[in-house]
Structure formats: structure tokens, C-alpha cells
Nanobody, 125 residues
């Protein structure tokens, strides 16, 4: 499966942004699509994940209540709606794909086998 992330850019603090991840190739009901981010000088951080078939969503602690992950199976696209953005959300955001993950494994980047190229989000006034 191939992934293409887009939608990044510059946004003011308190603003919103929606990222998209286009999915091409064969997927199945076991797929999990994840979002990770990496800020300069920091390790990659789990942001959110969604089950491709059921649509169950899971979030990292730092974004819970502000970010929302969704999908459109017809368009083969996963979205990350980001609200109430702050400078701490500045990072390169990556989408990734995995299969047959239990919830406790979703935040581990090593469990994802396919990655998009990343899209940069900068939150600044």
C-alpha cells in the first residue's frame, strides 16, 4: 500500500487544519491507519489511528479532544482534523499503515509497515 500525506502549512495559534492521507493499493478490513508526528529534535510521536473497516478511532494523549481522525473508504482517504492548534503541534505529520493491531500496539511506530512522505505543519503567529 502507498500513502500520500497532504494539507500541511502555516496556521496561527488557535487555528485549525485538516490533513489528508491518500491510500492506494490493496487494503483489507484488518488495516489500521495511523498518524504520527515528529517535531524538530524530538522523537516521533503517536497522534491518532483509525481502523479501516470499523472506523474506531484512537488518540494520543497530547491531542485528545482537539484532533479528530476520520476516513472515507470511497475516496481511500484518511483525514486528521486538527483544532485549537498551538506551537507545540508544530511538526512533520506522517500517515502510516499497519495490519491487525490491538489497541495497545497502535502507538508504536514499529508496528506500521507503510509510511507516507510527511507533511509539515507550522503553528506560529
Amino acid at each position: 500500500v502507498q500513502l500520500q500525506a497532504s494539507g500541511g502549512g502555516l496556521v496561527q495559534p488557535g487555528g485549525s487544519l485538516r490533513l489528508s492521507c491518500g491510500v492506494s493499493g490493496r487494503t483489507n478490513s484488518d488495516y489500521v491507519m495511523g498518524w504520527f508526528r515528529q517535531a524538530p529534535g524530538k522523537e516521533r510521536e503517536f497522534v491518532a489511528a483509525i481502523r479501516w473497516s470499523a472506523g474506531s478511532a484512537y488518540y494520543g494523549g497530547s491531542v485528545k479532544g482537539r484532533f479528530s481522525v476520520s476516513k472515507d473508504n470511497r475516496k481511500n482517504t484518511v483525514y486528521l482534523q486538527m483544532n485549537s492548534l498551538g506551537p507545540e503541534d508544530t511538526a512533520v505529520y506522517y500517515c502510516a499503515a499497519a495490519e491487525r493491531l490491538i489497541v495497545s500496539s497502535m502507538n508504536n511506530e514499529r508496528n506500521y509497515h507503510s509510511w507516507g512522505q510527511g507533511t509539515k505543519v507550522t503553528v506560529s503567529s
